[in-house]
């Protein structure tokens, strides 16, 4: 089948998915919380209920609030849908023009962290700034330990192509259980907790404003403005677990296209995202929330194991 | 008059330049003239008329300069020969692909600003003087890429520092810190000279002239000499740590469109300078100098972003971004010297290409936002962010083109800055390795080290212009002449739009300007560069491509579900407007209560508290009552230049208390005076009867 | 043509008589300018003639203009001209005899000084340049203050003394022509290679020869007149003494260098210059850290500028064209500077420069050609001393200069910083509040002379021909090769 | 008859110079040393004789007149020229101590002949034994300039220093061309004159010669 075909086809196909994805994602972490907490919990399905609640209401804006309040959760919303499409989700056929490039990837979700930002600021009080302050400051930390630990994955397949990455991965399995790659990938979840916002960096639960950071920047915004914001924040977070899942179990996706490798992609990926999602939230369980200038103390160990990932591929290699 | 004579007279008029031979010296020589002519408009025309007649003329200059610069830059010869009465090699102004390209980069900030200072300059900005600075600013700027020779070089080096010199001081009856300023520059700029006056000096001295054609192996010994007297001069040039202190006094306190001239153009000289001794003078270095220019690159790149997130003056900001753009650029220009030493081309011609891309966009995006940044401080009269906001709504086109030019700064996507920045990630990660073998492990160190000081740069870069942008666009007005500004007139409206065109076209085309960009510095372009599809680039020597145009069809086509649903949503649910933010419920919040740039920036200080040292002072003041009630609490936090306080000041401070002491060796006694002649008297004695 | 030799020495004296006798009238205010342009005349006369190859002599070979000497006396006559024309003060009513004086010392300091250039003889030249002394020991004391006083105390004490030295230095040097076959003084004559002269008095006479003249030339240690004489003399005095003064007594030690590079060897010399030249800028930039004079501040800026020179002289013939280029472009733009001063001086009534504040707002007539003018003199193109450095540096570093130069350029940034700071002290700013000022546009003098001195320090560099020949055919007749 | 007497006369001319100038460095009375300068001048006077019979150059001899003239009467007339009982009591106090200053005459005497030995080299004729003798007296003469405070004792220090340099030229190459010693001496009369009025205008403005009191111009 033609390559660009078959690309366009893995993309709709990854948008799609991840679109339906992403809210049970968010559902299955909260519900699987609750049920450890010992809580009924709303159930699995609660954020697409949300959603279709925000989208059904009049928005709320202040008179002195600009379109930034209006144009910012779409963006947010396209960045996180772009990196749907270029992460090798479901498969690793892309676009030959625009592969998924390790920097293009980061740097499309870097447009979603800067949307978010000046949608926090616009609002026009302390809360917003402040989250969008603090938001700041963590995605400018997380950035070398994001692009460090993709870089050391990146040195066995001699690209930064990510598709190539989990392809090579695929190939040759021995490289994933390197001590290289285990570094990295430890260093990567770390930089993608604090990306999107997971504990112990953020608390997506808590509505104390002091120790806010996501919530605060979306205290201004209402309506289909939040629900935009929310879908693009629960799109990154799917995408990324995706990636990382994909990064660590390569198995699944699709290489050669075929509507039954093209199923078992779907599936593959879906289950994975889902066993990752109910992971973290185990996992949250027993994590507090670190003060905020604790973080970049944090981000600088996990810096420290990408940079070592790097040199150690380097000179081990 | 005889035919000899006249054959003669003609020889002389072509020596002397009068017949230009070629469209490159046809372009210089009217480079030449319309600054003349420019200088004597602005001592003689009506003040009326002056801004008028000659913000055209230096429009007209920059132009010239332009295509003078774009036809050298596609490989036209030919020159301008100026004669001095030195017995030296004469003065040859004839500009390489590569100084056609800085004569571009030049230009077309020149022309921006020329277009912006025609409507901006009011009062003394648009004194006679200033408007005399001016084209000459711009020509000298604009002749230092067309230099062939040293001393054709310091000319125009020199010419272009008199100019900016007097441009700087235009405000100096208004601002005490303006003259403050001005000694600043001028020291550091006779430091830079000096210093580049040094290397050319050992080079000429090594070399046999002060040509730079003439190709000679240079010994070890003079070449390294020359070398750190070259990075030290140019690094002062182009505002590299730690010779950049300068740069935040006199940036904020030059008029608006002098500072976007001088950081978008003219710190341009002192990476031409790089180049040109690494590409061209001195080629083949040692890897330590490739080292040595990424340490200098990445500290300042570092050190640069840092200060301009935590800073709340909208120009210093600017201006530290200045020296961290300059430092990535050093970055990348030092990577591609490592590589070219261990034979990596590929990545290393990728690495030059990222740099030169990098200054190009630099250029675009960074005049943008000055000129805005002046659009800002002619509409409120402030530059402190803390005193801005909401301008956004009052100012939609300065908005705009400094939203455009601040996502070029901070490297987002489809802007000139990802472009470059990309390239150069690219050609770091693959320089590692030639054929899948590491090249040594200085540079399996080295790369890592430099991806990682990208990454924080870059991701610092975007929380300071998040920072610029947000606060001073966004939200409410913290100011009552923020409340009241206006949009800029037409024409500076209209030089930021063809600014923050430039970052969106260098943006979304990086492939074709890539090509010619690879043109200038590589003898086989298309194996480092070339242009894929509707404008995209790739490298094909690392096997890396981008295609923004295609990011964005993409974009477009995932936003188009998004924008049909908000669409049929806003039919059916129309947003309501509340006169204040909900603000978690704290309705009465005045806009004083805002996040301001200095809060903005808070966690950042106290997270680089060693690198920036702060000097905090709270003051509490106690209600007379009670010592345990508090009536108001002051808070100052200054961050100054590090470099300045601690290494500036002490020296500084030294040379002035020597200033002091050393008067007693002029203190009017004439028998003092007598015994030094007598002494040197006596040695000259002892000498010579040795 | 040689009769051309005697107009300078003549026609000096001629106006200087011609002013005493008309001493009533208000026409012997132009003493000075005509006798300037009569040198200056005879200097474009007798250039021309160098250039076409012509030596012309008189006066059996005592008086001699070979291509340097014509180049100097154009130099005496192009800067005493500005001098003396910027300095023309306005026509009083009443002149006094005091004035007509003052016009007849400064006539024959010019032929004092045309007569150093253009004897073919080391003793006349030295006899001319003490003859300076005695002409300019007046002007200097011309205000009768105190101060101006001791300066000219301190002038004539320690100028005489120098010169005596370099009296000794000449003695020596005809002590070792005596030894030869032709007892003689004349450059000419010794300056010829096969003479066979003794080295160690040549070395011995052309130590202290330099020794002396390099206290008239300024340079230190031998410079501590120059501040005191240059900050009280009239501002055209000053001027006269920067431009003219200075670079005569370099053109003795020139003379000097030719005739013992040929006995003993550049190296002695060498070593001694640039010993002088740094200490020189080293002494002028310590004490422009601190500066609180303006005049003061330009009698140092001289000796940073002679102590630069002399490391050209040191550096030999590849740096000789940059620094006879220096020569002229130092003396205009010093000229200029102190004509300038003194008018700062008459209108503000202090020297002091934290007194003189916001010039540029206040007096914009005089700020403005007063920065254009330190600007050039701090070396900034196209004004032709940032020519005659860089090829200074340039040719210092390819003789193995290199150290010299290093330094002396760490010393000139010195110089360059503390300069900017007090030339933006005294013009940058605004006025203090409450101040009424208007601005005042008069330039409280000519302003042709100054317009002139700049356009021809801001061209002449780029005149390959005929000044590049010129200095070419200078450097030719000191047995430079280049 | 004269050949026999020839070395003795030109050694008790360089002796008499010599010893007046250390007598200069030692006195500290104004009067004395005018009359002592004097002494030097008749001294250099038939020291220029001297050498003008030996060497039978009558031009020498016209020479030596003229500076007997000049040096010897001239120029001690214009000094002392003042009422007698104000310039008797007029007392240098010097900067440097007697003994100090007669211990530095020695030194420098001595480093003369070290000078003078390398760069002449010691020959066997007497003119260059007694050359060095110039030297010191230029050197003493710089002493006095740097010790004496009183503006006629610099200029006799100057004075001094000029005989200094006059008996080298003597006793090295036989004189300068006479032209240029009549210009040398026409200079050093003038700058002596106009010291000389300087030195009155010194006490009309400030009430004194100390040259202690121009201190006005430093940094």
Redesign the interface.
Known sequence: MNAVISAIIIAVVQVVLFVFLAPLLIGVIRQVRATIEGRAGAGIWQPWRDLRKLLAKDPVRAAESSWMLRAGPVALTVSSLLLCVLLPLVGTISFLTIPSDLFVVVSVMLIGVVALALVGLDGGTAFGGMGSSRHMTVAALVEPTLLLSVYALSIPAGTSTISAIVETRLLSPEIIISPVSVLALVALSIAIMAETGRLPVDNPGTHLEVTMLHEAMTLEASGRDLAWLEVGSWLKLAALLGLVSNLAVPWGVVTDFSALGLAVGVVSIAVKVLVLGVMLSIGEIFLAKVRLFQVPELLAGSFALAFLAVTASYLVA | MTGMEAGLLLQTEIEAGLIPQTGLEAGLLLQLGLGALAVLTALTAAPFLRSRAVGILCTLIAVTGFLTGLVAMLGGTGGLR???????D?LLLAPDRLGGLFMLIVSGVGILVSLYSMSSTHGPDASR?AWVAMPVFLVGMQLVPAATD??SF??AL??M??GSTVLL?AD???R?T??SA??WY??MS??SF?FI??G???L??AS?G?SFSTPQAIEPGPANVAFVLFLLGFGGKAELVPLHVWVPRVLPEAPSHVSAAMSGAMVKIGVYGGLLVCVRLLPDGPAWWGIAIMVVGGASALYGILQA?VSSDLKVLLAYSTTENMGLVFLGLGASLLLRGYDATAAADAALVAALLLAVSHAAFKSTLFLGAGAIIHATGERNLDRL??L??RMPVTAAAFGVAS?GA????ITSG?VA??ML??SL??G??LD?A?VS?TA??AM??A??V???T???A??TF??A???A????PRSAEAAKAREVPPLMQLSLALGALFVLALGLLPGPIAALVGHTVSSNPSAAVQS??LG?VSLPGI?????PI??VV??AL??IP??V??IV??R?????????????G?SR?R?R????AT??????V??FDDVLKPSRDVQVTHVAESRYLVERVRVEQRVSDVFETRLYRPVLNL??R???V??H??????????????????I??????? | MSLVLWIPLVGPLAFAGLGLLLRNSTLHRFVGVAASSAVLVSGLLLVSAALDGTVPSSGGGMLRADALSAYMLGVVGVVGLISTWGGLSPATPHPTEDAAGYEALIALFLAAMSLAVLADSIGLMWAAVEATTIATAFLVGHHRTRRSLEAAWKYVILGSVGVAIALLGIVLIYAASVGTDTPTLSWLLLSRSDLGLDPALITAGGALAVLGFATKAGLAPMHSWLPDAHSQAPAPVSGLMSGVLLSVALYAILRIQSITNLVIGPEFLRIMLSIGGLLSLLVAASLLIRQRDYKRMLAYSSIEHMGLMAIGVAIGPAALPSVLLYILGHGLIKATLFVISGRILSVEGTPVISDVRALLIRRPGLAVPWLIAMAAIVGFPPFSIFFSEIGIFMAGWSVGLGGVVAAALMLLLVIFAAFTRLTVQMTIGAPPEGVAFTPDYSAHGPRLPIILALATTATVAFVAEPVGTLLLQATAVLGGTN | MFETFYPQLIGLCTGALLLTSALMVWRHSLLASIRLLALQGIALAALVAVIGIAEGESELVLVSLLILSVKGIGLPWVLAHQSKASIKQIQESPRLNPTAALLAVTLLTILSYVVVSRVFGLGDNETGHAAPIGLAMVLIGFLLLISRRRARSQLIGFLLLDNGIATIAFLTSGGVPVLLEFAVSLDVLLVVLILHVFTGRMRTKFGGTSVDQLRELHD
């Open positions: 100026i004669s001095i009465a030195l017995p030296m004469p003087t040293s001393v310091l000319l020199e010419i520092t008199l001081l100096h009856a208004s005490a303006v003259a001005g000694i001028s020291a006779q430091l000096f006056l040094a050319f000096a050992v000429a001295a046999g002060t997130s906001g909401g956004g709504a996502l901070a490297a987002i996507p990802f920045e990309w990630l690219q990660i693959h590692g390795r899948g590491v492990v399996s160190v890592p080290l991806v990682a990208i990454a924080l870059a991701g610092l975007l929380l998040v920072k942008y947000g606060i666009f966004l939200a409410r894929i599809g995209g096997g890396a491509v981008l295609d295609m990011l993409l974009s995932v936003a998004v924008i649903s908000i949503s806003a059916g649910h129309p947003h309501r407007t509340v006169d204040l933010p909900w603000g978690g704290g919040a806009p209560m805002q996040y301001t809060s903005y920036a808070e966690p950042l106290r997270v040379f002035q020597y200033g002091i050393v008067r060796v002029a203190n009017g006694s004439i028998h003092r005076y007598l015994s030094y002649s007598f002494v040197a008297l006596l000259v004695l002892i000498v010579v009867s040795l």
